[in-house]
């Protein structure tokens, strides 16, 4: 059997990173070859088999046309007569079109390593305009490899413009777009995607709610670098520092959705943004198919991150309300992660990244004291229904009162 390493595998070994899967192309065998020699078939549009022992990837070599618009309107060719050549022409990148034997050697026809070693992402043929996704597997391998100082070359950024007009993108699927962002999202810098996309104009056509907030100003007193987007990118940076949940930093890049709602008259200010994004997030959830835990933090952020930036200036009554409202009291709580990405918030300003967010502690102070209180009394006394929960918000907004009261300067 002739078997080459290839794609990712090959290329992060150039790069002296660490390989997680490994996947083989497979030249001059049939899927019954394959299955005699003990390979589980498990690929649906091409030939593709786990090894008995390994269970890595191995997939027949195979060459691809084009038939109909979209991602999947692709007729496969899988034989024992298609070369190496063939096989790797058909991938997106040069740099993942480098090819390994068993014994280290390189094939390498399309120059993917001088391409790796000039930082480059470039598009290997026209072909590349065949498939939308590769738009966004290009914005996902700029936030991946941003920090080794990767940059796309000119050519395959317009050739990605190309295709937005061609209306390529519209064929997404919203099950691949989330997939892709979700990867994103565990990258070390998730904002190279978006920067990527707005680039060559897809970020309108795949995320319009995020799109609309460039251009957008906001009071310059409050917010340095003015502008919203660009506020929530830095966001969605800040929240990279502070945490690897991929909730809590798409919770910190969608908060502001609100503002791109705001009428021009009213710029720079942005009046009850935090209510007016919640159907804005809603759809966006609706039609990607955000997990419920993205979601549910999401809208908590979006509608309460005011809350917790003014958290010294509320009452003992409010505050008390606004944990209630957060989950705050319930045994699986996601406060940490929301006090987190309103922190990203915080620090997601021009010159604002180190500055401290002490609402943080005294909210879980807050909370740790009102989630303390002793119920026993109030459970086990005559009151009856909704009269037991407002006896118990009154023994936690006491609780508040004194963490509070604690706080303040003599």
Known sequence: MEIYLVGGAVRDKLLGLPVIEKDWVVLGETPESMIKQGFKP?????????????????????????????????????????????DLIRRDLTINAIAMTPKGALIDPYGGQRDLENKIFRHISPAFAEDPVRILRVARFAARYQHLGFTLAEETRELMQTMVVAGEVDYLVPERVWAELFKVLKEQSPTAFFYTLKSCTALEKIFPEINALFGVPQPEQYHPEIDTGLHSMLC???????????????????????KG????????????HEKIGLPILEKLCVRLRVPNAFRALAMHVMQYHTHSHKVFDLRASTLTDFLIALGAFKPNNTLADFLLACEA??????????????????????????????????????????????????LRIKAVAEVINACKPL
Request: no cysteine; glycine share 6%.
């Open 236 to 258: 969605l940076e800040q929240a990279v520092l502070l945490s690897s949940s991929p909730e809590v930093r798409f919770s910190a890049l969608v908060h502001d959705l609100g």
């Open 345 to 394: 918030d915080a620090k997601g300003r021009t010159g604002l990244e180190h500055v401290p967010y002490p609402q943080a502690e005294m909210l879980q102070r807050t909370a740790k004291a009102a989630a303390s209180v002793d119920t026993a009394a109030i459970i086990n006394s005559d009151l009856q229904g909704a009269e037991i929960g407002t006896a118990i918000r009154h």
């Open 261 to 272: 709602m705001t009428p021009k008259e009213n710029w720079p200010h942005h009046y009850g």
């Open 42 to 86: 498990v690929g649906k549009d091409f030939p593709v088999f786990l090894h008995p022992q390994s269970h890595d990837e191995y997939a027949l070599a195979r060459t691809e046309r084009k038939t109909a618009p979209g991602y999947k309107g692709f007729i496969v060719h899988a034989a024992p007569d298609v070369s190496l050549e063939q």
